[in-house]
C-alpha cells in the first residue's frame, strides 16, 4: 500500500526537522530488512504468543447479539494481551527492532497510558532504558497508568505545554528524540508520524486482523459484513482493517471521538472536523482553525484525545474504501456499561466508541450478518473516571 | 545581488530571530526596527505555530505568548507592509509547514513577493519534502532556506547543492535555545558547506554571548540568534526594543572584525 516515499495517495510523507532525517532513514533501513528476516520474524511470533498471549480470542457475543436483535457480533479481544491492549503488538515489534539496531533506550508518547504501559514493559524485558512523556493533565486522568509505568522501571514525564494532552506530548516526545538520537528510538504509538512510522506500525498491528479472518473462518466459514474498531492516531483500526481492505464487501468502519458533539468545540472527530494539513510529520487531515494553528481537541477518553488521523485511513477516507463515523462522550459511556452489563466484558473508553456504533448499525442488519468489533483495550483504567462522568467520586 | 546576497557582501552577517505578536504586533515592529539599528544585517520573523516542535521552551513561550495575543498570518503581512516602508535589511519567514499550507502555499507564497519578504525556512520540510513548496517559490522569487544539521553527515552535500538564499547550519541536536557550549564540529560541516555551494552559511542555535557569536562567525558567514532575544522581549515585553538595540550592537561588534 505504500508508495516509494512513504505516501497514501496524497497523505504521509516526512515533515520533520533535518536534524532526524537520517534516524528514520537508517529506521527504514534496518525495517526493511529485519522484516524479511526469518529470525526475527520468529522471534517476534515467540513474543506475541508465550509474552502477549496471542493469538487473541475472537468472541461470539451472543447476549449482546440477541438483544440488539440483529447481525451476530463477535469480539475481537485485544483487551486480554498482556499489558491490557492492542499497543503491546506494535511495541514489541518495534522494540526488538531498536534492539536489533543496537539502540539502548526507548522514548515514547502515551495518552491513556497503555501505549506508554507496552513500552515501559517492552523496555524492562529487553533491557532497555525507557522514557515517556504524557500530558500532565493525562497523567490526572490516568494515575494508576503512571505508577504502572513507573513500577516497571520507566521514567514519566508529564507534558506541560500547550494543551496538556496526546498531540502534546507526541511534540515533546519529536524533541526529545531530536536532543538524543544515537542510543535511542522512538517508539511511536500509532500509525501516524513521519514515514517509516505508519507503514511499521501497520505491519506491526496487522495481526489483529490477520488472526480476526482466519479465526472467523473457522467458525463461520465466511468473511464479516463489518469490521468496526474505534480511531485516534488509528492503530488498531488500522490492524483490523489491514487484511480486509481487498475484500471488498467487508465494510471497514471506523469511530472518531465526537467527545461533546462534532457542532461544538470539544471534539476530536477528525474526519468530521478537520481538514488536510502537514503535521508531526505527516500530511493528513487534522483539526485546525483557519490560519493552519492546530485545535485543541477534547474527548473523554485520553487515548483518542488527538487533533489528526493516520494518513493511511486519510487516504481510505478518500478513497471512500473505510468510512468514519463521529461517536459521542455520552454514546461511549453508554456503551462501556452496556457491554459491562450485558456480556461481562469492561472494555476500553476507547473500544466503547466502536461498540457504540455496532448498537446503532446491528439491529438494522440481517441476522445472518455478522460485525467484528476490536476491543482495542480493556476498561479497568477507566472506572474511575466513568464513576466522576456520572456523579460518583471514587479514587484509582 | 539580492538582498539577502547583500547582507553576506564583504561581512560576517548577524541574523536576528523575533517571534511575530509576543506580546504585540507594536512591539514586534519596533524590535525589528531596534535590531535593525543595533546592525542586524537580516531579520527572520517567526509565524507563531500552535506546536513549535523544533523549538525549545523559551520560543514555546513566545508562540503562546503571540498567539494567545490573537495574532494571525494575515496581521503579520501587515506588519511587514508596515516595516518594508523604512527597513530595508532582508526579512525572511520562519514558520511551520502547515502554516504556509492552510494559507494556501500559492496565495503565501504570492504574498511574501508582493509584501517584500526574501525567504522561508521551514524547519519541518526538509530535503525530501521540499517540492511541496519549491516550485512556488521559484515562481515568485522568495527563496527556500535549506537547513543542515550535526546528523546530517552525507546529506549535507546533496542539501547544500540545491540550497538558495543562504544555508542555515544547525550548530547542536536538539530544539533551539541558549546553550553554555557549542560541542560540534562545525568546521568539517562548513568545509562540505563550501565544496558544493557558493552561497553564504549562518550558524543558529545556542547561540547567546558574544564570544560565541565571534566564534561562529569566525567558522561561517554568519551567526543567527533566537532565544537570547526572545528572553528579553519576555522580561521587558514592550520596553524591549532598548534592550533588544543593545544586546544587537554587543553582538554584531563581536563579530565585525571577525575575518
Known amino acids: 500500500m505504500t508508495n516509494q516515499n512513504g505516501r497514501f495517495g496524497v497523505h504521509g510523507g516526512q515533515y520533520i526537522p533535518e536534524t532526524l532525517m537520517n534516524a528514520v532513514i537508517e529506521l527504514e533501513e534496518a525495517y526493511n530488512h529485519y522484516k524479511e528476516d526469518a529470525q526475527f520474524n520468529r522471534e517476534l511470533t515467540d513474543l506475541f504468543n508465550d509474552y502477549a498471549g496471542r493469538p487473541s480470542r475472537l468472541y461470539y457475543a451472543r447476549k449482546m447479539s440477541e438483544d440488539l436483535g ?57 533491557g532497555m532504558e525507557c522514557v515517556v512523556f504524557m500530558g500532565e493533565e493525562d497523567t490526572i486522568r490516568q494515575a494508576l497508568n503512571v505508577y ?81 474498531a474505534c480511531v485516534g492516531g488509528g492503530s488498531n483500526a488500522m490492524g483490523s482493517f489491514y487484511h480486509f481492505i481487498e475484500e471488498e464487501n467487508v465494510r471497514l468502519i471506523g469511530c472518531e471521538a465526537a467527545g461533546r458533539g462534532i457542532d461544538t468545540f470539544e471534539t476530536a472527530a477528525t474526519i468530521s472536523t478537520g481538514r488536510l494539513g502537514i503535521f508531526h510529520g505527516m500530511k493528513s487531515y487534522f483539526c485546525q482553525d483557519a490560519y493552519g494553528q492546530i485545535a485543541p481537541v477534547y474527548s473523554i477518553s485520553a487515548g483518542l484525545d488527538y487533533p489528526g488521523i493516520g494518513p493511511e485511513h486519510a487516504y481510505l477516507h478518500d478513497t471512500g474504501r473505510a468510512e468514519y463515523v463521529p461517536v459521542t462522550d455520552e454514546e461511549a459511556v453508554e456503551a462501556f456499561e452496556y457491554l459491562s452489563r450485558t456480556e461481562g466484558i469492561i472494555p476500553a473508553i476507547e473500544s466503547a466508541h466502536a461498540i457504540a456504533y455496532a448498537t446503532k448499525i446491528a439491529p438494522v442488519m440481517e441476522k445472518e450478518q455478522i460485525i467484528v468489533i476490536t476491543i482495542s483495550g480493556r476498561g479497568d483504567k477507566d472506572c474511575a473516571a466513568i464513576a466522576r462522568y456520572r456523579g460518583e467520586d471514587i479514587h484509582d | 545581488m539580492t538582498r539577502i546576497q547583500r547582507a553576506f557582501d564583504n561581512q560576517k552577517a548577524f541574523i536576528a530571530f523575533i517571534t511575530c505578536g509576543d506580546p504585540d504586533l507594536q512591539t514586534t515592529a519596533a524590535c525589528v526596527r531596534a535590531a535593525v539599528e543595533g546592525g542586524a544585517d537580516l531579520i527572520e520573523l517567526g509565524i507563531p505555530f500552535s506546536d513549535p516542535t523544533a523549538e525549545g521552551p523559551v520560543i514555546q513561550g513566545a508562540n503562546l505568548r503571540a498567539l494567545t495575543g490573537g495574532v494571525t498570518t494575515d496581521q503579520i503581512f501587515d506588519l511587514v507592509r508596515n516595516l518594508r516602508r523604512d527597513v530595508e535589511v532582508p526579512m525572511v519567514f520562519m514558520t511551520y509547514a502547515n502554516v504556509v499550507f492552510s494559507y494556501g502555499a500559492e496565495r503565501f507564497i504570492a504574498t511574501c513577493k508582493e509584501i517584500g519578504m526574501d525567504g522561508i525556512i521551514l524547519p519541518d520540510l526538509p530535503y525530501e519534502e521540499k517540492e511541496e513548496f519549491l516550485p512556488l517559490c521559484h515562481t515568485y522569487g522568495v527563496d527556500l532556506i535549506s537547513l543542515v544539521a550535526p546528523t546530517s553527515e552525507k546529506r549535507i552535500a546533496m542539501i547544500a547543492r540545491e540550497a538558495e538564499g543562504f544555508l542555515y547550519i544547525v550548530s547542536s541536536l536538539g530544539v533551539t535555545g541558549t546553550r553554555s557550549e557549542i560541542k560540534t564540529d ?74
Open chain 1, 148 to 228: 504502572r509505568m513507573r513500577l516497571l522501571g520507566a521514567e514519566v514525564v508529564p507534558v506541560k505545554t500547550g494543551t496538556g494532552t496526546l498531540k502534546d506530548a507526541v511534540s515533546e516526545t519529536m524533541r526529545e528524540w531530536t536532543s538524543r538520537i544515537a542510543d535511542t528510538h522512538y517508539c511511536l504509538g500509532s500509525v501516524m508520524g513521519p514515514h517509516p512510522f505508519p507503514t511499521i506500525v501497520r505491519d506491526f498491528q496487522a495481526v489483529i486482523s490477520r488472526e480476526m479472518k482466519a479465526q472467523l473462518m473457522e467458525k463461520e466459514g465466511r468473511l464479516p459484513d463489518a469490521v468496526i
Open chain 1, 70 to 126: 440483529g447481525a451476530k457480533i463477535y469480539l475481537k479481544r485485544e483487551d486480554l494481551n498482556h499489558t491490557g491492549s492492542h499497543k503491546i503488538n506494535n511495541v514489541l515489534g518495534q522494540a526488538l527492532l531498536a534492539k536489533k539496531m543496537g539502540k539502548t533506550r526507548l522514548i515514547a508518547e502515551t495518552g491513556a497510558g497503555q501505549h506508554g504501559v507496552a513500552t515501559a514493559t517492552a523496555a524492562a524485558l529487553m
Open chain 2, 186 to 259: 562545525l568546521e568539517s560541516i562548513v568545509e562540505v558547506v563550501r565544496q558544493n555551494t557558493d552561497i553564504p552559511c549562518a550558524i543558529g542555535f545556542g547561540i547567546s554571548t558574544p564570544e560565541q557569536a565571534a566564534k561562529m562567525a569566525g567558522i561561517a558567514d554568519g551567526a543567527i540568534v533566537g532565544s537570547a532575544i526572545v528572553k528579553l522581549i519576555e522580561k521587558y515585553g514592550k520596553e524591549a526594543p532598548a534592550y533588544v538595540k543593545a544586546y544587537v550592537k554587543s553582538m554584531k561588534d563581536a563579530i565585525t572584525d571577525v575575518t
